[in-house]
DNA sequence: AATAGCCCCAACCGCGCTTCT
DNA sequence: GAGAAGCGCGGTTGGGGCTAT
């Protein structure tokens, strides 16, 4: 792999941008569009590599930046998520209308986890700075005990603090004013990240809404789309499909296999006519046997009634 | 006024993942 | 299937501005 070929070229320009490169990337992709990144500086006259023209654009030319100084409602919607998601700057972002990820990695190292150990919590941890004392105290005491040196201990899987579930959805309409989005979040997936059998997050079940990065959508009724790797089986065994409730799923699923439809009409049947169907009868390790690949599209407001978090709804 | 130290932020770097050939 | 190319992300760096001495 290695550094890209653009990079290796001689002569390329790198530092600041002038007014003038910046006035050549904006107009050529104003006009033109992105296209692909390593042909921009060709086409917009620039001696850069693709790769700076792209962090430019996307860090300080794109015409729906933000710019100014970040809001309180913005700061504690950042340490939220940072609970929620750790240095996941560009998922991070993308809950931030108009900010970049750049902006908001400089931000928390700069300032925000400043703040944090001032209010005595730990920013990697967001504990209580006591208690990751009282912790380190009592793996010394461990240590000290058994005579082994921490690094000698046997590793305890490290888990991501944001397990199965990646949200990627636009909260512009709750980022002004829920104040209790940390409290929400963490309260209803914390259960779920500290439960056995359900950490493996880049290979299990995930969801993802279907616009990506730097797009945001109104649209209430877009879909979070939950799929299911190829590894999932041989990773965790049927058991990591257990995620959502003991042996059921209590949400309603819209089950896309070989574009065959089931659920999602129900679903939206019940909606409309409130229905006394009952969804929690469909048995989630039921389907877990030839779900590589599969595709559930999960309604928005169907989490929202599972996790019981109102900010989903809008 | 000079300068040392600190802070902030734009930009670079390296790596992993995806797509293309 | 393998390698190359492109893209995106997170970590890091360096320079400019501000402040304290």
């Not at 970040?70 to 700061?75: G, L, T, V, Y």
Request: aromatic share 8%; with cysteine.
């Amino acid at each position: 792999m290695g550094r890209h070929s653009c990079c290796l070229k001689q002569k390329m320009r790198k530092g600041l941008w002038s007014p003038e490169e910046d006035e050549k990337l904006y107009n050529h992709i104003i006009r033109y569009g992105v296209g692909c990144w390593s042909s921009v500086p060709k086409l917009a006259g620039l001696q850069r590599c693709g790769k700076s023209c792209r962090l430019r654009w996307i860090n300080y030319l794109r015409p729906d930046l933000k710019r100014g100084s970040f809001s309180q409602n913005e700061e504690d919607l950042i340490i939220s998520l940072h609970a929620i998601l750790g240095n996941r700057w560009s998922q991070i972002a993308s809950q931030l209308p108009g900010r970049t990820d750049n902006e908001i990695k400089n931000l928390w190292n700069s300032c925000l986890k400043k703040k944090l150990r001032q209010r005595g919590i730990d920013p990697s941890s967001h504990k209580p700075l006591n208690e990751i004392k009282e912790e380190a105290d009592e793996t010394r005491m461990c240590c000290s005990n058994t005579g082994a040196t921490s690094e000698e201990l046997p590793i305890k899987p490290v888990f991501d603090t944001f397990p199965l579930i990646q949200i990627q959805t636009c909260l512009d309409s709750v980022a002004e004013d829920n104040v209790n989005i940390y409290n929400q979040i963490h309260q209803t997936l914390e259960p779920l990240g500290q439960k056995e059998g359900l950490c493996d997050y880049n290979s299990g079940l995930y969801v993802t809404e279907r616009f990506g990065y730097g797009e945001s959508s109104s649209n209430n009724s877009c879909y979070w789309n939950c799929s299911i790797g190829s590894e999932m089986n041989n990773v965790l065994g049927i058991e990591a499909l257990n995620w959502a409730s003991a042996d059921k799923v209590e949400a309603p699923t819209h089950v896309q296999t070989n574009g065959v439809e089931s659920h999602e009409q129900k679903w939206q049947e019940k909606q409309d006519m409130e229905s006394s169907e009952d969804y929690s009868t469909y048995p989630l390790i039921s389907l877990s046997h030839d779900l590589s690949g599969t595709c559930f599209n999960v309604p928005r407001c169907a989490l929202a009634s599972e996790f019981n978090v109102d900010f989903f709804l809008e």
